[in-house]
């Protein structure tokens, strides 16, 4: 009788809910229910509709009942840095404000009053993002202090998630660290540097691992699905299922978690918390087993979902990558890690009034915009890769695309071009894998990560890049 386990793989776009199992050999995964996922205004802030989320959390485990395929557990991931706060009743305190939201504005200069920047990235090695936790709760802080004196306890996204099915509260490792709260090299919350910001201690639990047990569902949910299963916790930060997928235990190799964000760096068994590390903004995130993701935060895939929205034709991605082709000739070059692009009411504006002010010529075309963006996020993944080859002193010869991202052919040969790296694209479904991956793992299915890899490897399509299907050369 096959084992079946269930992860719930929630972006800032989507979500969706994902079936795997071992068959000869081989892992499969099939989708069983998707829905989407988008940002509202609420009190003058972006939030996250936390209500509809869980429903349809609670719509994709039913979704296994009528199939007949019982999870043997469940692991839930989403993105990183945004949490909610719960007071003594465990009722939820204000809204579940998002990352993109603009309450982080000067947020950083009110934090390095108390501690400086450099220290910070000493004691964190987390890059710096106005996105990151660490500036919201400041925010609450200094804002709605009331709020911040109500609450017993922290939740990141998934955590709280996890505790609407289940009753228990667990703060999850490789989420936590996307806070900036937790000290790099001890691997724990830094409570003298909580203690420095007036945080309350008592709100941040303590800090459990990939494969460790959440619970059962409560009676109740049990009883709304029809059948009860084990919660496990995955990565729950969506990068660290990622990254446990990717299909190569060659340590000569870089990745990219390709999608809304690119995530592109190494795995490390050590932090690198130098100020040459800091002044060049790369971020030591946890992985699974205590591994550190290295890696640097880039906007991504978001640039182009912007202004696939904001054309009037709806576009297949097939005719954006030919719109692209066709402006090649365009040369402007944008910073795609500049603020103006997190959260802009047009992106098409955007990319215009960011050209403008450098002095640049600014797209008349769809073609243009289209290629201005995709060339400028290919060569910056250049840049990085000669920064982490840099820093770590040491020459890498493949690049892993994983995520939806791999699929974008166009995305995939420009960044060939400019890394001078073979590229190899795939699995798709990254984070789902990954986060399977870790449930299995904890059923001894897989006996560790390397073994877990080279079965991901063979089983599912990993592309090398054509060369010859775009070509960039003067």
């Given at each position: 009788?096959?084992?079946y386990y269930l992860?719930i793989?929630?972006?800032?776009s989507?979500?969706?809910h994902?079936l795997g199992?071992?068959?000869?050999?081989?892992?499969r995964?099939?989708?069983?229910?998707?829905?989407?996922n988008?940002?509202?205004n609420?009190?003058?802030?972006?939030?996250?509709?936390l209500?509809k989320?869980f429903?349809?959390?609670?719509?994709?485990i039913?979704?296994?009942?009528?199939?007949?395929?019982?999870?043997?557990?469940?692991?839930?991931?989403?993105?990183?840095?945004?949490?909610?706060l719960?007071?003594?009743?465990?009722?939820?305190l204000?809204d579940a404000?998002?990352y993109?939201?603009?309450?982080?504005?000067?947020?950083d200069?009110?934090?390095?009053k108390?501690?400086?920047e450099?220290?910070?990235?000493?004691?964190?090695?987390?890059?710096?993002?106005?996105?990151?936790?660490?500036?919201?709760l400041?925010?609450?802080?200094?804002?709605?202090?009331s709020?911040?004196?109500?609450?017993?306890?922290?939740?990141?996204?998934?955590?709280?998630?996890?505790y609407?099915?289940?009753?228990?509260i667990?703060?999850?490792?490789t989420n936590?660290?996307?806070?900036?709260?937790?000290n790099?090299?001890?691997?724990?919350?830094?409570?003298?540097?909580i203690?420095?910001?007036?945080?309350?201690k008592k709100?941040?639990?303590?800090?459990?691992?990939?494969?460790?047990?959440?619970?059962?569902?409560k009676?109740n949910?049990?009883?709304?699905?029809?059948?009860?299963?084990e919660v496990?916790?995955?990565?729950t930060?969506?990068?660290?299922s990622?990254?446990?997928s990717?299909?190569t235990?060659?340590?000569?190799?870089?990745?990219?978690?390709?999608?809304t964000?690119?995530?592109?760096?190494i795995?490390?068994?050590i932090?690198d918390?130098?100020?040459?590390?800091?002044l060049?903004?790369?971020?030591?995130?946890?992985?699974?087993h205590?591994r550190?993701?290295?890696?640097k935060n880039i906007m991504g895939?978001?640039?182009?979902?912007?202004?696939?929205k904001?054309f009037?034709?709806?576009?297949?991605?097939?005719?954006?990558?030919?719109?692209?082709y066709i402006g090649?000739?365009?040369?402007?070059i944008?910073?795609?890690?500049?603020?103006s692009?997190?959260?802009?009411e047009?992106?098409?504006?955007a990319?215009?009034?960011?050209?403008h002010?450098t002095?640049?010529?600014?797209?008349?075309?769809?073609?243009?915009?289209?290629?201005?963006?995709?060339?400028?996020?290919?060569?910056?993944?250049?840049?990085?890769?000669?920064?982490?080859?840099?820093?770590?002193?040491?020459?890498?010869?493949?690049?892993?695309?994983?995520?939806?991202g791999c699929q974008?052919?166009f995305?995939?040969?420009l960044?060939a071009h400019?890394?001078?790296?073979?590229?190899?694209?795939g699995?798709?479904?990254?984070?789902?894998?990954?986060?399977?991956?870790?449930?299995m793992?904890?059923?001894?299915?897989?006996?560790?990560?390397p073994?877990?890899?080279?079965?991901?490897?063979?089983?599912?399509?990993?592309k090398?890049?054509n060369?010859?299907?775009?070509s960039?050369?003067n």
């Amino acid at each position: 009788m096959k084992s079946y386990y269930l992860a719930i793989d929630i972006g800032a776009s989507s979500g969706r809910h994902i079936l795997g199992w071992m068959d000869n050999d081989k892992l499969r995964i099939e989708e069983i229910y998707r829905f989407e996922n988008h940002l509202k205004n609420k009190n003058g802030h972006l939030c996250w509709d936390l209500e509809k989320l869980f429903n349809e959390v609670l719509t994709g485990i039913k979704k296994c009942g009528e199939l007949n395929r019982i999870p043997k557990s469940i692991g839930i991931d989403t993105w990183g840095v945004d949490f909610i706060l719960l007071d003594k009743n465990k009722s939820m305190l204000g809204d579940a404000v998002a990352y993109r939201d603009s309450r982080t504005d000067g947020m950083d200069n009110q934090v390095y009053k108390i501690i400086s920047e450099q220290e910070l990235y000493k004691r964190s090695g987390i890059q710096k993002m106005m996105i990151n936790t660490i500036y919201h709760l400041y925010y609450i802080k200094l804002n709605q202090s009331s709020i911040l004196k109500k609450a017993e306890h922290f939740l990141m996204i998934p955590e709280y998630l996890n505790y609407l099915l289940t009753g228990q509260i667990k703060n999850e490792y490789t989420n936590a660290t996307t806070t900036q709260l937790v000290n790099a090299n001890k691997r724990d919350w830094d409570w003298k540097m909580i203690d420095m910001l007036g945080f309350p201690k008592k709100i941040f639990g303590k800090l459990h691992l990939p494969k460790e047990s959440v619970g059962m569902f409560k009676d109740n949910i049990a009883k709304l699905i029809g059948f009860n299963s084990e919660v496990v916790l995955p990565a729950t930060h969506d990068t660290g299922s990622a990254v446990i997928s990717v299909p190569t235990n060659n340590d000569q190799s870089i990745y990219i978690s390709s999608g809304t964000w690119s995530l592109m760096g190494i795995e490390r068994l050590i932090p690198d918390c130098t100020e040459k590390s800091r002044l060049l903004n790369f971020t030591n995130e946890g992985g699974y087993h205590y591994r550190y993701r290295y890696l640097k935060n880039i906007m991504g895939l978001w640039m182009m979902q912007s202004i696939r929205k904001e054309f009037q034709h709806k576009y297949t991605y097939e005719e954006l990558f030919t719109l692209a082709y066709i402006g090649r000739y365009f040369k402007s070059i944008i910073d795609v890690n500049d603020t103006s692009f997190l959260a802009p009411e047009s992106m098409i504006k955007a990319v215009s009034n960011y050209c403008h002010r450098t002095n640049q010529p600014e797209p008349q075309t769809q073609c243009e915009l289209l290629f201005c963006i995709y060339n400028s996020l290919a060569k910056y993944y250049g840049t990085v890769v000669k920064q982490i080859e840099d820093i770590t002193n040491n020459s890498y010869k493949s690049i892993y695309v994983v995520g939806g991202g791999c699929q974008d052919r166009f995305l995939n040969r420009l960044t060939a071009h400019y890394t001078k790296k073979n590229i190899y694209a795939g699995p798709i479904e990254a984070t789902a894998i990954g986060n399977i991956t870790v449930q299995m793992l904890k059923t001894k299915e897989f006996s560790d990560l390397p073994q877990a890899r080279m079965i991901i490897a063979r089983s599912f399509e990993v592309k090398k890049v054509n060369n010859d299907e775009f070509s960039f050369e003067n």
